[in-house]
């Protein structure tokens, strides 16, 4: 949710066609729905009152529990987890802000929102996930900046750098989609030991939590005989 009113927030301000109260407004609405359809949906399937974001926020931020789950170090987001995530986009952001004042001030709230969560100690990607949009529009105004001047002296050894920089990213993207594609060893295990069993006896399974996070899923479940 947090990403989707980003992402508008983001494209009702740049294309300036509405001003900030107006985004600010279109943004409470989108929120308030959103919450509203999530307790809906999650409170009849949890069968109580149900608002998952907000437990979610009081276990990992007002009881500060999150490092149950593990930690990572204070920088973990600035020198890990994007970097990662955005390969050449995340210096060109930096350089963005630095060529194009104008956009500082939808830079600097997104983070500060880093900062903010890089002070609790378990971390995840998915926490901060919403500051990539912003962060990307600002990597984007200094591509454009270099590609606009990609024959000027100087400009261009920047250019043809950049380039390469993207077909580094695609590469790295590429290996890194097919390590995550074979990186499922509970789902195989899953398969193979469908196809090793194919008599008719009823079989009645566990699914444990690591085998649960390493594949298996409700889309990997046969019919009769099979329970689960």
Known sequence: MILLLGTIGAALLLS?????????????????????FTVLVDSIMW?????????????????????EWGTHSIHWYF???????MLVAYPLCLVGALLDRRIVPYVLPVTLFVVLYSKLPHKELRFIIAAVPMLNVSASLAANRLYNNR????????Y?????????????????????YSNYPG???LKALHE???????KVLHIDVLTAM?????FCENEYPWRY
């Open 16 to 36: 300036r066609s509405f001003s900030l109260m107006e985004a600010i407004k279109c943004c409470i609405s989108t929120a308030l729905l959103c919450i509203g």
């Open 79 to 85: 020198t890990s987890a994007l970097p990662r995530s």
């Open 47 to 67: 069968q109580r009152i149900l608002w998952p974001e907000f437990e979610v926020f009081w276990f990992n931020s007002v009881l500060n529990r999150s490092s």
């Open 214 to 218: 390493s594949g298996v899923s409700r």
């Open 151 to 158: 024959k000027k002296s100087g400009w261009n050894f920047l």
């Open 160 to 180: 043809v750098l950049m380039l390469g920089a993207f077909l580094a990213s695609l590469g790295y993207s590429a290996v890194s989609f097919m390590a995550s």
């Open 187 to 189: 789902g195989h295990a």
């Open 196 to 202: 090793a069993d194919s008599s008719m006896k009823e």
